[in-house]
Structures are given as structure tokens and as C-alpha cells.
């Protein structure tokens, strides 16, 4: 009792802690919504997405899953290539992380066209 007592107290300052910061200090504290915030969803969609297909994929046989994969890669790939980024900085990220995706379908199709691989290798044969 002598421990839980104090823990307690301490997890609800914790959990609170954000409350009482936004009832002082109001919305001045918080971001605004912009042209980021849809890239953000747009973000989390398609990690949710990706947690589906794992979900989902785990009973497909691994040429679907690999299929399914290097879609979604195409995809956000082609999306994220498609718009525009504000600084130079995000503009060089950009273009790694669409490389990047870009190369994963490419070695997706590769895999799919030489029928084997799964997911996490896609050139196995």
C-alpha cells in the first residue's frame, strides 16, 4: 500500500500533466494545421494499411504477399513523388526514402517475375 499509493499519484500527474498544460497555456502551445498535417495522415494511412496487409497476408501464399508489398511501395512511392516539399532539406529526404521505395517495387517485380521470393527477400529463390 505504501508503494502503490505514491505510483498511483504519480501515474496521474503524468496522465494530467497534458490537460493542465492545455488549459493554461490554451491552443498558443499547439500546431497548426497545414499543408503537413495532410502528409501526416496521408502517413498513418498507409502505415495502417501496411499493418492490414501483414495482418492479413500472413495466410497468402508468400508470391501474393510479395505482389501486395511492392504495390503499396509503388504507391506511396508515386504519391510522395508527385508533391511538393517546402526546403531543400525535406526535398533531399524525399527523394531517398522515394528511391528507396521505388527500389523495393523494382526488386518486387524482379522477384515476382523470376516466381519465387517472399517479403523480406524477394530475389530468394
Given at each position: ?75 506511396y ?23 528507396m ?22 530475389l530468394?529463390?
Amino acid at each position: 500500500m505504501l508503494t502503490g499509493a505514491p505510483a498511483l499519484f504519480a501515474l496521474g500527474l503524468g496522465i494530467g500533466a497534458p490537460l493542465i498544460a492545455l488549459a493554461v497555456f490554451g491552443v498558443g502551445i499547439l500546431p497548426r494545421s497545414g499543408p503537413w498535417m495532410r502528409e501526416v495522415r496521408v502517413f498513418f494511412g498507409v502505415l495502417l494499411t501496411g499493418v492490414g496487409l501483414w495482418l492479413a497476408l500472413r495466410l497468402a501464399p508468400p508470391l501474393l504477399a510479395l505482389v501486395a508489398w511492392g504495390t503499396l511501395a509503388l504507391i506511396y512511392g508515386a504519391y510522395l513523388a508527385t508533391r511538393a516539399t517546402p526546403s531543400r532539406a525535406t526535398t533531399m529526404i524525399k527523394r531517398i526514402i522515394v528511391a528507396m521505395l521505388f527500389g523495393y517495387a523494382a526488386l518486387a517485380v524482379a522477384g515476382v517475375s523470376i516466381g519465387g521470393g517472399r517479403s523480406t527477400a524477394p530475389l530468394a529463390v
